[in-house]
């Protein structure tokens, strides 16, 4: 078994990094990256979540969520990881190309190799936690338990179920781009009854398979 080592956006698997440029629409609001997303969900004070949330780089959003002189919500240890893995499931299931880069590293042991980091990374020597690496398996795991094909789209109420079909979102950015990416991949299926059958509608989209 290989390992896959991970750090730097412009590197190979660069896309691992919460700091990739792939937003995410999480709980009724887009976030411009995973990290943007982790930070702000530190804080209950919403003026707080909105100041990150609006913040134009991640790394910017990251010294904001670690300043000291914002109020840390008293259960965020406990729940940090469950974050963390919620922004990534959204995260590639939101980008297909994503989902499926994640599938192709098959049983791959995946590493963010970093001396900055001991928790979410290796520490650069190994020894660290690579929590990050972990969850990543993890949900590529999960994506394979709901299909191991990796050029499978899904429709677009499960990557983002909070919203209509008839919802402005879908004109726009990121959801403009999912719901095209995936009607071209619904016309080219051969059989969608199949499709059909694995994935039926649920109340906000009925129709949209007649």
Do not use: C
């Amino acid at each position: 078994m290989n390992t896959i080592k991970f750090y730097k956006t412009d590197e190979s698997y660069g896309f691992f990094s919460n700091f990739s440029p792939h937003p995410v629409f999480i709980k009724n609001e887009l976030w411009p990256t995973t990290e943007h997303y982790f930070q702000a969900s530190k804080f209950e004070d919403n003026v707080i979540r909105n100041k990150i949330r609006n913040i134009k780089s991640p790394m910017e959003a990251a010294n904001e969520g670690r300043n000291r002189n914002n109020k840390l919500r008293q259960n965020w240890e406990d729940i940090k990881d469950k974050i963390m893995y919620e922004g990534l499931y959204f995260k590639f299931l939101q980008h297909p190309k994503l989902r499926k880069e994640l599938i192709l590293t098959g049983d791959n042991i995946l590493i963010e190799h970093t001396t900055n980091d001991n928790y979410w990374g290796d520490g650069g020597d190994g020894l660290g936690k690579n929590k990050l690496g972990i969850l990543l398996m993890n949900l590529r795991k999960d994506i394979k338990n709901i299909s191991p094909d990796p050029d499978l789209i899904l429709p677009p109420w499960i990557p983002f179920p909070s919203i209509d079909q008839n919802d402005l979102f879908w004109r726009m950015g990121l959801g403009e781009d999912y719901l095209i990416e995936w009607s071209k991949y619904y016309l080219r299926l051969t059989d969608n009854i199949i499709y059909e059958r694995n994935f039926p509608e649920n109340k906000d989209w009925e129709g949209i398979y007649d």
